[in-house]
């Protein structure tokens, strides 16, 4: 079983940056692709962003491109989302998925593990 622990979400200002954590953990966490996705109110669950596990390669929805980075540190059990130029059509829940495999995906379908989310509102 893999866990993960969101953080780092908040209000914000449009243009404003925001960086938000996800802390994974469990014994069969290990080999995992990445991703962060998000929620607004009314609409489905979409992708933003995902890293793959060996060459920390990344992937960007069109929406985010230019503006969010993913990264992991090290240890690859922490990822991260650093957001920048934030836009009000930003704001979402935004929520930290592995999937047992290290390749990207952009399906929701194709992560296993989900964390409990974590707001993000970026005012106009």
């Known amino acids: 079983q893999v866990q993960l622990v969101e953080s780092g979400g908040g209000l914000v200002q449009a243009g404003g940056s925001l960086r938000l954590s996800c802390a994974a953990s469990?014994?069969?966490?290990?080999?995992?692709?990445m991703a962060w996705f998000r929620q607004a109110p009314g609409k489905e669950r979409e992708f933003v962003a995902a890293v793959s596990w060996g060459l920390g390669s990344t992937y960007y929805a069109d929406s985010v491109k230019g503006r969010f980075t993913i990264s992991r540190d090290n240890a690859k059990t922490t990822v991260y989302l650093q957001m920048n130029s934030l836009k009000p059509e930003d704001t979402a829940v935004y929520y930290c998925?592995?999937?047992?495999?290290?390749?990207?995906?952009?399906?929701?379908?194709?992560?296993?593990?989900w964390g409990q989310g974590t707001q993000v509102t970026v005012s106009s």
């Open positions: 469990g014994r069969t966490f290990g080999g995992n692709a």
């Open positions: 998925s592995a999937r047992t495999g290290p390749g990207i995906r952009i399906r929701r379908d194709d992560y296993d593990y």
